[in-house]
Structures are given as structure tokens and as C-alpha cells.
């Protein structure tokens, strides 16, 4: 089981930065590729970006590439997505997500068996 908690959400200015957290138990965190998905008002959940196992793999959302970095600290347990220059169409409830699947492939949702709570992400203009 993996248990999963975001964290640093909040109501930033367009051209802002955020940077949000989500930690994990368990002890073999480093074995779970990670996500961040989100979430807006009427719309379906979407990826964002994914890291691999190893941190040696990242993936993005064409929407976030150049602005938003994710990362994570195996020691830590913990998975972080930077995002700078952040735009109103930011604004979403962002989750984590963690994949045991050997052979993940980073967008989907149904690739990933465990979520997050979700933290609030809002951008204004």
C-alpha cells in the first residue's frame, strides 16, 4: 500500500510560482513511478507529468513543458512539481498518483493505482 499527501496549493498571480509537495509511505517509494494529474472545474483529469523509478525519466504535458518541473527525493519519500510562470488555465486541483506498473506508460490514469488527496491550484489574472 502506498499512501499519498499533497501539499503547497494555493492562489498565486498569472506569471506566479508554486511549488507542490506529495509524500509517501512506505518504504519502497523508490520502486513507483509518480505522477501529477489535474483537475478543473467540468473538465476530465489530465496529465501534467511523470518521473520515472529512478528520477532518470520525466515526462510533461505539452500544456506545462518549459514551465513545470517535476522531481522527487527517493530519501525523502517525497515527489515535487515546480511550476513557474503560472497562467489562469492553470487553476485545477492537482493530485499525485504512484504506478507499480513495470511497464507504465505516463499519461494515462489507469496506469497509476494510487492518489492523492489533491491540492487546490489557483491562478488569477
Known amino acids: 500500500q502506498v499512501q499519498l499527501v499533497e501539499s503547497g496549493g494555493g492562489l498565486v498571480q498569472a506569471g506566479g510560482s508554486l511549488r507542490l509537495s506529495c509524500a509517501a509511505s512506505?518504504?519502497?517509494?523508490?520502486?513507483?513511478?509518480m505522477g501529477w494529474f489535474r483537475q478543473a472545474p467540468g473538465k476530465e483529469r489530465e496529465f501534467v507529468a511523470a518521473?520515472?523509478?529512478?528520477?532518470?525519466?520525466?515526462y510533461y504535458a505539452d500544456s506545462v513543458k518549459g514551465r513545470f518541473t517535476i522531481s522527487r527525493d527517493n530519501a525523502k519519500n517525497t515527489v515535487y512539481l515546480q511550476m513557474n510562470s503560472l497562467k489562469p488555465e492553470d487553476t485545477a486541483v492537482y493530485y499525485c498518483?504512484?504506478?507499480?506498473?513495470?511497464?507504465?506508460?505516463?499519461?494515462?490514469?489507469?496506469?497509476?493505482?494510487?492518489w492523492g488527496q489533491g491540492t487546490q491550484v489557483t491562478v488569477s489574472s
Open positions: 518521473i520515472s523509478w529512478s528520477g532518470g525519466g520525466t
Open positions: 498518483a504512484a504506478t507499480s506498473n513495470t511497464g507504465w506508460v505516463p499519461g494515462p490514469t489507469y496506469e497509476y493505482d494510487y
Open positions: 512506505g518504504r519502497t517509494f523508490s520502486s513507483y513511478a
